[in-house]
């Protein structure tokens, strides 16, 4: 069998991929090996991966080489580097990555397997808030959206979208929404503090079900420093996008 130039194409752009995963595990190595040095326990890292927005689609139609670089890269963790890792979180998994994964992961032994967490969408706050610190929630909603406008904002069906403040004492907030296209969508909302010791006393969790052209607005003074959390939940839709704006003062 000969291959023709677009195989070759594709062999090489492939082995440059592995390269780069594979440089990329090296350079953490190096960092987590002299964190641990410095602080004479071992180090490791915890990953977040965020599918939110990965359209079903693509995953479909991508599956085999979605699938070929999920088990290129799990074999190289697995086979050279799994004592960096303490724990890979995937949030916001759709069915379609849910079932690619399920494929691969036979091929984990048992201590990797228990490493990584697949998450679908919906995942509810306090599930959420256990996985990382306030700190890091606040900073990786902020990553994640910051490319969000927040007037005429299609969420997808079976999606949400997040946004985030961090506020100190005394700090108030005002939010008001409105659903401008769909039937209805949830509105979760959440304040978690800084400091461990006041979370239980302080935390809070709570939710309000947004109807087609019916505004709602709420208010909220911060108790102590922490993050805001609110989030647009579409996942129960698969059918059908939302449109809402949320002014945040």
């Known amino acids: 069998m000969s291959l023709d130039e677009s195989d070759i194409e594709g062999l090489m752009e492939a082995e440059r991929g592995d390269d780069f995963i594979l440089a990329q595990l090296e350079q953490r190595w190096m960092v987590l090996h002299n964190l641990s040095q410095k602080q004479r326990r071992m180090v490791k890292y915890f990953e977040i991966r965020d599918m939110n927005g990965a359209a079903i689609s ?61 998450s679908a ?3 509810p706050f306090e599930e959420l808030a256990g996985l ?45 929404a409105i659903l401008e296209d769909g039937e209805q969508v949830m509105i979760h909302s959440a304040f978690l503090p800084q400091d461990e010791s ?29 993050i805001y959390w609110l989030c647009v939940d579409n996942s129960a839709s698969w059918v059908s996008s939302k449109t809402i704006t949320i002014d945040v003062r």
């Open 198 to 226: 006041q979370q239980e006393e302080l935390a809070f969790v709570g939710e309000e079900k947004l109807l087609l052209r019916k505004a709602i607005t709420s208010e909220f003074e911060a108790p102590a420093e922490g």
């Open 121 to 123: 969408t919906g995942l």
């Open 58 to 118: 693509t995953l479909m139609s991508e599956g085999t080489n979605q699938l070929s670089k999920i088990k290129s890269t799990l074999g190289l963790v697995q086979d050279f580097y799994p004592e960096m890792i303490h724990q890979v979180s995937v949030l916001n998994s759709t069915s379609a990555f849910s079932g690619l994964f399920n494929f691969v992961s036979p091929l984990l032994n048992e201590r990797m397997q228990a490493k990584i967490k697949v």
């Open 132 to 176: 990382m610190e306030p700190k890091a929630l606040h900073s990786w909603v902020q990553e994640t959206s910051k490319h969000l406008s927040w007037s005429h904002l299609v969420v997808p069906s079976g999606g949400n979208e997040f946004l985030s403040r961090w506020l100190h004492p005394g700090d108030s907030l005002e939010w008001t």
